[in-house]
């Protein structure tokens, strides 16, 4: 294919005035809206071609100041921008807000915890009336037993908020230039694959917090596999539109290998409902992820009508509602995991 040089903004002009600095100064404002106004797919580089559906809408190597600034602007990326955005601050809010339950004896806690696993008695406490009542979950003064740590739902909240504040600038940004977009790009895929496995990781320590040998296992695998993600990624061939299913693929199969100690924890405590309603939230994460992926593979809707919903309602931006529904379900389910953690120990 032959390859494309930058066609999208004006890169020269020629000025016939003697008065050269006059001349710059009557060009530049009309040059300045030049290189900000909105183009169509065809006049885009071929590093910028990702959606041949989204038709129109698209900044193209925007200065970065403008980049930025147009976070409040529309355009084709605006509520891709926002989706995530938004997202971030939710999962900001319930970081701040688990963190004013938390005690500063977490610490010692976790030492605790670790130290003495099967010293933990079964709690008489149990009159948790729901398991989404999160005070009773999570503040942990409130409970005479010592709780389990909560450092794996940190690292969960985190890596949800790394992946959205990632994604939301990969879409802000990605339109300024070439090394830009590539750079963006492997942040986002980064953020993604950081998803995967940090809400994998609670789920693992919760569940077998009291068999440290196939906690260890598990944990080495899904990061194994996390990291084998981003190298994967970082193959060129990985980054061309036409490849979007096999890089759909392999987050697909890093999220399903989850499933691999979920199965283990049916067959260890499937007698316990805390376990059978965490296998319940992670099928429901699992379904917004799988339902995610497909609309972000095939490109629905636009593909039905392109160019109707280069603003609002193409793809990416269903995908992206999607994948916070997947991480705020997987919050429900880390959150059953600590009142079970807490109320059961490692009985
Ligand atoms: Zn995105």
Known sequence: MEERKVSCILLEKTCKSDDKHSCREALLPKEKKKK???VNYDSLPDYLKHNEFVVGHYRCEWPLKDAIHSVFAIHNETINVWTHLIGFFIFLTL???GGNKIPAMAEALYARQTNSLAGFSISSLTNTTGFMNHYQMTN???QPNPAITRWPLFVFLGGAMFCLLTSSACHLLSCHSEHTSYIMLHLDY???STLIV???VPQIYYTFACDPFYRAVYTATILALGLLTVLISLIPVFEKPEFRFVRSLVFVIMGLSGW???AHKLASYGGEPAAL???MYEFFMNVCYGVGVVIYATRIP????PGKFDLVGHSHQLFHLFVIAGAYVQYLAIMVYLEWRDRVGCT
């Open 198 to 200: 940090t809400s994998i």
């Open 302 to 305: 636009e593909r039905w009508r």
């Open 190 to 192: 980064a953020g993604i």
């Open 260 to 262: 691999g100690p979920i």
């Open 95 to 97: 970081t701040l807000y």
């Open 277 to 279: 309603v965490t296998t």
């Open 36 to 38: 900000l106004e909105l």
């Open 140 to 142: 942990l003064s409130s």
